[in-house]
């Protein structure tokens, strides 16, 4: 065709689609293309190649958009993966393509690689070549990007107007309801009322949790129940037909309560009391069972991502250990948390060496402390009185003995045996507790290397943050090369 035309045009498409919330854009990917081939087939272009990105945004830095990188990439080379020549490209609008300043440049860069390119999108053909159009592109990446601002601030205050409308906003079917979210699912509903009066009545959440599990009662989004979970549905206040929001009521005008449209699970005075009831238990309210948080990894949330950020920044996320994939000679890994969890995703440590090395760094820190508190214990400072007791006792017994030159007649002899004795004794007393003292920080220092290895993994836990504030992982080591020990920097606490 090319031959037989050479002014003919051959063009890509590109179409994304984001996933805004949980509303689906309103250009679905197959909207995007078929509107795009007939501008095409009116422009007389013929469209070589369709570059799909779907549900990815392209105003996070984190998502990787396959299809638009493979299209910066064709664009440099001049021809799409099948070797079809690209004359131009085509998007519904210019915020398919970029969102984002740096994609912006890119895309401008590969498309003027090469001569003679058209551009087409909601404002018709462009020329991308023209003078200042750099500059029309930043504009409209600016004013995009305040536009997915909006979009983001009108969902939260659509959220918010439904809730006070009283209407449900719950993504999911809530447990103990039928899809629609407003029928009760009779026996999710009798499960959640019955755990209720058992828990005001003093029953555990661990109880509730176990007797769920064994019910076979999975959650609205088909896990297993779990202690939290379990916490959440119960405190929920959607149960008695209140709403919440970030753990407030939302309330009318006359600061009364708002009540849903859906049908409750128990009156709100049971729901103030089960939840009252499971504050006063969870005492510092951060959720998590009696006897702290059971955890399966030695250092998770103690060793803290070092990894320096593009804005120079230390990432500092908290990192948390995983299983390690199977064809790894190591069970766990650490890892810093995703961008959605306030990490960078970018640090990982093989859990073996490093639970290797932060435990021989501890031992070795707890022995010294403990030697030096054995240090601390001064020497006994009461030797020379004891040793004036003595020879005043000896002396005492020695006048009395002594018929010839006496001094000492029965009658004072006895009268101060008893004082001297009682000070002896005391004395001696004293003596033993010191050395005691002494002898029990020396066996601490000796004992903690052989304890440690029979702690569980909470005392060592325990151990640990009762020495160190955090450990500074700075990334680097993955793959074939080698563990660096260097790269794990402990920031110990400082004994005051
Ligand atoms: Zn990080």
């Known amino acids: 065709m090319l031959a037989a035309d050479p002014t003919l045009k051959c063009v890509t498409c590109y179409a994304r689609i984001s996933f805004d919330g949980r ?20 422009l007389g272009w013929l469209v070589v190649y369709r570059y799909t990105d779907n549900d990815k945004s392209a105003s996070k830095e984190s998502v990787v958009r396959d299809d638009f990188e493979q299209l910066l990439a064709d664009l440099a080379t001049g021809t799409t993966p099948e070797g079809y020549p690209i004359h131009g490209v085509m998007a519904v609008n210019d915020d398919r393509l970029y969102r984002r300043p740096s994609d912006w440049e890119r895309y401008l860069k590969a498309f003027t690689s090469h001569e003679g390119r058209v551009y087409h999108d909601s404002n018709g053909v462009q020329d991308l070549y023209a003078e200042g159009f750099e500059i029309k592109g930043l504009v409209g990446v600016a004013m995009s990007l305040s536009e997915t601002r909006k979009k983001q601030r009108r969902t939260r205050n659509s959220h918010r107007s439904r809730a006070l409308r009283g209407q449900s906003v719950a993504a999911w079917r809530p447990f103990g309801w039928e899809d629609d979210k407003i029928t009760l699912r009779p026996e999710e509903a009798e499960a959640i009322r019955q755990a209720v009066k058992d828990v005001i009545a003093g029953a555990s959440i661990s109880e509730i949790t176990r007797r769920w599990q064994k019910a076979g009662f999975i959650t609205s989004r088909g896990n297993p129940f779990q202690y939290q979970t ?22 009318d005008g006359d600061d009364q309560p708002i009540v849903g449209e859906w049908d ?13 009831k499971i504050r006063e238990r969870g005492g510092s309210g951060a ?3 009696r006897g702290g948080l059971v955890h399966k990894y030695l250092l998770t949330g103690i060793l ?17 250990g995983i299983k390690a994939n199977d064809w790894l000679r ?18 990982y440590k ?18 010294k402390e403990a030697a030096s508190k054995a240090k601390d214990v001064p020497d006994w400072d009461k030797a020379e009185a004891l040793k004036r007791a003595v020879n005043s006792r000896n002396e005492l017994e020695r006048r009395w003995h002594d018929d010839e030159d006496t001094e000492i007649d029965d009658e004072t002899f ?35 290397e052989k304890s440690w290895d029979s702690k569980t993994l909470t005392q060592k836990r325990t151990a640990i943050k009762k020495v160190l504030i955090a450990v500074v992982a700075q990334p680097g080591g993955k793959g074939n090369k080698a563990f660096d020990p260097e790269l794990l920097k402990p920031v110990w606490k400082t004994s005051e």
């Open 350 to 367: 093989r859990g073996d060496k490093t639970d290797d090395i932060i435990e021989k760094l501890v031992i070795k820190k707890l022995k």
């Open 23 to 42: 509303v689906k854009d309103a250009h679905g990917i197959e909207d995007q293309h078929r509107g795009m081939t007939e501008e095409a087939r009116k």
């Open 287 to 289: 959720g998590v069972p």
């Open 304 to 320: 803290r991502c070092g990894n320096v950020l593009e804005d120079g920044t230390t990432c500092n996320g908290k990192m948390v």
């Open 414 to 448: 006895f009268r101060n045996l008893p004082v001297l004795e009682r000070r002896l004794k005391d004395l001696r007393a004293d003596r033993r507790n010191h050395e005691a003292l002494k002898a029990e920080a020396e066996a601490a220092k000796e004992d903690i």
């Open 230 to 251: 379990v916490k959440q549905v119960l405190q929920n206040a959607r149960l008695c037909g209140y709403r919440a929001i970030k753990g407030e009521l939302v309330r």
């Open 264 to 276: 409750a699970v128990i009156t709100p005075k049971q729901w103030f009391a089960v939840t009252a």
């Open 330 to 347: 190591y069970e766990h890994a650490y890892t810093c948390k995703g961008t959605v969890d306030g990490g960078c995703h970018k640090t």
